[in-house]
C-alpha cells in the first residue's frame, strides 16, 4: 500500500466537526493524521487533549522535528505554521497566509509534495478560502478531496468555496467522515485523473526566490524591480540603463539607485521606530491587565498574560538592540 497521509483544516465551527470525526477514527489507523485550526496566539490550546479524549488515537501539538508515527494526531500550536518534511513534521513562524498562522494551504501543499497520490485532504466548517489552494495541490498531484457537506457545517462558506474551486472526491457530514477516511486510507485510492489539475500558486515561492535572486544579479532592468517606493509604497520599474541604476514609480517618484538606498535607510529606522512602540505598549498592556486578573484572583490569566508581557519585552529589546542603537555601519 502507498505512504499515506492525511490533513485536516478548519475554521469556525470546524471543531464541532473534528470530534465526530475522530471518534471513528480506526484505533489502527495505518497513516497519521495532521490538523490545523485557526486559533489565536493567544489563547493556550486544549483542542489536542479534547481530540484525545473523543476517539482512539492520541492527538498532540505537533513539535519542530518530531517522527512521524502511523495512528497519530499532530495539532498545529497556536501561532505557528504546520508541515510535513520527510519522515518528519516542521512547526515554524513564518508569514501570515491568508491572513492566518497557523494555515490551512501550507500544511496542504506539504502533503501534496510529501504523499502524492497518498495525500488525503479534508477541508471542513469555515470561512472564506484558506485550505482551498492547498486541496488543489493534493488534487493535483493525484490526491483525495474530502469536503464536509455546506449544509452539515456550521460555516459553510469554507466548504462552498472549495466544492466551487476544487472537483472533490467525496462531500460528506462530518458524522461519516471518520469511517471514510478510515477506509481511504486502508483500501487505496482509485485512480481519479486529479493530476491533470494545476495549482498555479503552488509554484510561487519559487518564482519569488528566482526574481529576487535575478535582482541580486542586476538582470531586471526594464523590468517591474522587487522594491516599494520609499515615498508612496507604489511599486517601481527598473529602468533599462546599463550602467545605471535607475527607479521610478507608477505615480512619478524616480531614485537613482545610491539615492533609493538612502530613502530605504529612513523607511527602515522609522518602521523599526514603529515597531518598538508597537511591542512596548503591546508589553505594558499585557503588565496592567495581568495586575488586574490578579486583584480578581485569576492565577491562569494572570500567567497568561505575563507571558503575552515577556514575550513582548523580548520583542523589544531584539528591536532595540539590533535595529534602533545598531551603530551605523
Known amino acids: 500500500m502507498a505512504d499515506r497521509g492525511i490533513v485536516i483544516g478548519a475554521s469556525a465551527g470546524g471543531p464541532e466537526a473534528l470530534l465526530e470525526i475522530v471518534k471513528d477514527l480506526p484505533p489502527d489507523l495505518p497513516a497519521p493524521a495532521f490538523v490545523v485550526v485557526h486559533c489565536s496566539p493567544d489563547f493556550p490550546s486544549v483542542l489536542p487533549e479534547i481530540l484525545s479524549r473523543s476517539g482512539p488515537l492520541q492527538a498532540a501539538h505537533a513539535q519542530d522535528g518530531q517522527e512521524i508515527v502511523p495512528g497519530r494526531l499532530y495539532v498545529a500550536p497556536a501561532g505557528y505554521h504546520l508541515t510535513v518534511e520527510g519522515e518528519r513534521v516542521r512547526v515554524w513562524f513564518g508569514p501570515k497566509v491568508n491572513a492566518f498562522r497557523p494555515a490551512i494551504d501550507p500544511l496542504f501543499r506539504s502533503a501534496a509534495e510529501r504523499y502524492g497520490t497518498g495525500a488525503v ?8 478560502t484558506d485550505g482551498v489552494a492547498g486541496l488543489l495541490a493534493i488534487k493535483r498531484e493525484g490526491g483525495v478531496a474530502v469536503v464536509q457537506s455546506p ?3 456550521v460555516v459553510p462558506a469554507l466548504p462552498l468555496n472549495a466544492l466551487a474551486a476544487v472537483n472533490a472526491d467525496h462531500v460528506v457530514p462530518a458524522s461519516e467522515m471518520g469511517r471514510l477516511l478510515g477506509q481511504l486510507v486502508t483500501r ?5 485523473g486529479a493530476s491533470a489539475m494545476l495549482d498555479t500558486l503552488a509554484r510561487a515561492e519559487e518564482a519569488s526566490r528566482a526574481d529576487f535572486a535575478a535582482q541580486q544579479r542586476g538582470e531586471r532592468a526594464g523590468q517591474v524591480s522587487l ?10 520599474r527598473q529602468t533599462d540603463e546599463t550602467r545605471l ?6 505615480v512619478g517618484h524616480s531614485y537613482e539607485g545610491e539615492a533609493l538606498l538612502a530613502a530605504q535607510a529612513e523607511t527602515v529606522e522609522a518602521t523599526a ?10 508589553a505594558l498592556l499585557a503588565r496592567e491587565l495581568a ?26 529589546a531584539l528591536v532595540e538592540g539590533d535595529l534602533v542603537r545598531r551603530p551605523q555601519a
Not at 297 to 304: K, P, Q, V
Request: charged share 25%.
Open 227 to 236: 522594491f516599494s517606493c520609499p515615498h508612496c509604497g507604489g511599486v517601481m
Open 151 to 153: 449544509e452539515d457545517a
Open 121 to 128: 485532504g479534508v477541508l471542513l466548517s469555515g470561512g472564506m
Open 273 to 282: 521606530y514603529n515597531l518598538l512602540r508597537a511591542v512596548k505598549e503591546r
Open 291 to 316: 495586575a488586574l486578573a490578579r486583584g480578581r484572583g485569576d492565577d491562569t490569566t494572570e500567567a497568561r498574560l505575563r507571558g503575552i508581557a515577556d514575550q513582548a519585552e523580548r520583542q523589544a
Open 188 to 192: 487505496g485510492q482509485v485512480e481519479t
Open 245 to 250: 541604476a535607475e527607479f521610478l514609480c507608477h
